[in-house]
C-alpha cells in the first residue's frame, strides 16, 4: 500500500499518457485493489472503457479471463 501512495503520480502518468489506448478491468470484490481505486482510476481515464467485474476478487485474471479479454477488447482493437 505504501508504494501506491509513494509512486502514485508516476502510475498516474503513465496512464494518462496512454488513455487513448488503454481499458480499465475491474474486480468489484478485490479486497487489495479495492472497487473506489477502480472507480477513482475511471474518472482520470474518461476516455477509456471501464468494466467491473461483480464476482472476481483480487486474481481476476485468473477468476475469470473470458470476461476480462472481453473488457479488455472493448477498446475495438
Same mark, same amino acid.
Given at each position: 500500500?505504501?508504494?501506491r501512495y509513494i509512486h502514485?503520480?508516476?502510475w498516474i502518468g503513465a496512464l494518462t499518457s496512454n488513455?487513448?489506448?488503454s481499458s480499465v478491468v475491474w474486480?468489484?470484490? =478485490?479486497?487489495?485493489?479495492n472497487l473506489e481505486m477502480g472507480r477513482e482510476l475511471h474518472a482520470l481515464l474518461k476516455d477509456s472503457p471501464y468494466t467491473e467485474?461483480?464476482?472476481a476478487g483480487h486474481f481476476l485474471i485468473i477468476e475469470d479471463p =473470458?470476461?476480462?479479454s472481453d473488457g479488455v477488447e472493448?477498446?475495438?482493437g
Open positions: 500500500m505504501r508504494e502514485r503520480q508516476r488513455a487513448a489506448s474486480a468489484m470484490n =478485490d479486497p487489495i485493489a467485474l461483480d464476482g =473470458d470476461r476480462v472493448r477498446r475495438g
